[in-house]
T-cell receptor
Framework: DAKTTQPTSMDCAEGRAANLPCNHSTISGNEYVYWYRQIHSQGPQYIIHGLKNNETNEMASLIITEDRKSSTLILPHATLRDTAVYYCIVKEVGTGTASKLTFGTGTRLQVTL | NAGVTQTPKFQVLKTGQSMTLQCAQDMNHNSMYWYRQDPGMGLRLIYYSASEGTTDKGEVPNGYNVSRLNKREFSLRLESAAPSQTSVYFC???????????FGQGTRLTVV
């Protein structure tokens, strides 16, 4: 699986959009981009994933550049409860039956009043 | 719907003791996983079970064994605990290969 690079930490004011970048310059055509977050040492929580098109769900939006070498996770209106470590993970489209994830150290997002 | 349930939540072991961490999911998922997370680090895969009856090694399998007891349950055993195994252990499950993973709340293990 391709390696990802994320900033170590970011701050965001409550109510503002949080834009979390991720570089994955060695991504291949059959690899998805996944985002998970971990709130205060709880189990990681799935947020969103995409292959090449932008994606949106009730939690966030995922913007993937046309060359797929980077992506941005957008939390449109960050709240204090969004304070967490956010992991960007690149994973090969599986041909087997398991979905193994390789976690880096992620971005620690601090949402402030 | 409880999702993924891990027991116990906390455990302290002495070096050389053995124990089994239990994990159960009620979502009828096919695949289950065990990860460990050391302080300040991301999660690392220990073992996984792609389907009932199969298990495979992950990134850091040494010192551990697993059993996929049935479709719901996947246990992790430490035969002779070492201080290096002090960590937070997370169990996860997925329905299909490219679907999202659901994680338990973790077991915090300290080996003294």
């Amino acid at each position: 699986d391709a390696k990802t690079t994320q900033p170590t930490s970011m701050d965001c004011a409550e109510g503002r959009a949080a834009n979390l970048p991720c570089n994955h310059s060695t991504i291949s055509g059959n690899e998805y981009v996944y985002w998970y977050r971990q709130i205060h040492s709880q189990g990681p929580q799935y947020i969103i994933h995409g292959l090449k098109n932008n994606e949106t769900n009730e939690m966030a939006s995922l913007i993937i550049t046309e060359d797929r070498k980077s992506s941005t996770l957008i939390l449109p209106h960050a709240t204090l409860r969004d304070t967490a470590v956010y992991y960007c993970i690149v994973k090969e489209v599986g041909t087997g039956t398991a979905s193994k994830l390789t976690f880096g150290t992620g971005t620690r997002l601090q949402v402030t009043l | 719907n409880a999702g993924v349930t891990q027991t116990p939540k906390f455990q302290v072991l002495k070096t050389g003791q053995s124990m089994t961490l239990q994990c159960a999911q009620d979502m009828n998922h096919n695949s289950m996983y065990w990860y460990r997370q050391d302080p300040g680090m991301g999660l690392r895969l220990i073992y996984y079970s792609a389907s009932e009856g199969t298990t495979d090694k992950g990134e850091v399998p040494n010192g551990y064994n697993v059993s996929r007891l049935n479709k719901r349950e996947f246990s992790l055993r430490l035969e002779s605990a070492a201080p290096s195994q002090t960590s937070v252990y997370f169990c996860a499950s997925t329905r299909l290969v490219n679907t999202e993973a659901f994680f338990g709340q973790g077991t915090r293990l300290t080996v003294v």
